[in-house]
Each structure stands twice: as C-alpha cells, then as structure tokens.
C-alpha cells in the first residue's frame, strides 16, 4: 500500500514539475501582432494622412515621399492603393492619386 502511494506520489509530482515546460513550448513558437504590425499600420496610415495633405496642396514632391514610406509599412488591399497612387503620380495624373490615397485611407 505504502509502494502504491509512494509511486503514485512520485508520478503526480512528475507531471507537475513537467507541466510548466510542455506549456511554455507553444508560447515560444507564437510571435508578438500587437507591437510591429500594429505600429507598422499606424506608420502606414500617418503616411497616407500626409500624403493627402500635400497632394491637395499640390506638393507632389512631398506626397510621393509620404506614399513612398507608407508604402514600406502598408499591407494588403491599403498598400496595392498607395502603389497605385505612386504610378498616377509619376503620370501627372493627381485626381487619380488622391483617389487611390483616399482609397489606401479607407483601408487603414
């Protein structure tokens, strides 16, 4: 009896000790969303902000700039805009720039 317990003892406080380590090695595989892409949106979105800004104060020098940087930063459906944009500023064509900036804004 005394066997008995003392085996199941040593089991339990086995899985205990062992516990800790198998958990902690799902933790180590998942990685952190909220600080580099969270930051990374803003950046995008501050960019595109600008951008904006100085296509409607016909400061194309300043907007390509802005949508250069937000461009680095911006994801999905945002960045395919801001790359759009870029293409209608190197083509003079600034209604179509403010369209995709204001189209890249939506979707931040």
Known sequence: MIKHVTIAS????TVLALAPAVSNNFAIGQTNTTGSEG???NNAKMHVDEA????QSNDNAGATMHLN????????????????????LQSND???????TQEAQKNL
């Open 39 to 41: 930051s990374g949106g």
């Open 69 to 88: 940087e937000a461009s680095n930063s911006a994801i999905g459906s945002a960045k395919m805009h801001v790359d759009e944009a870029l293409k209608a």
């Open 94 to 100: 600034n209604a179509g720039a403010t369209m995709h």
């Open 10 to 13: 040593i089991f339990i406080l």
């Open 52 to 55: 904006l800004k100085a296509l």
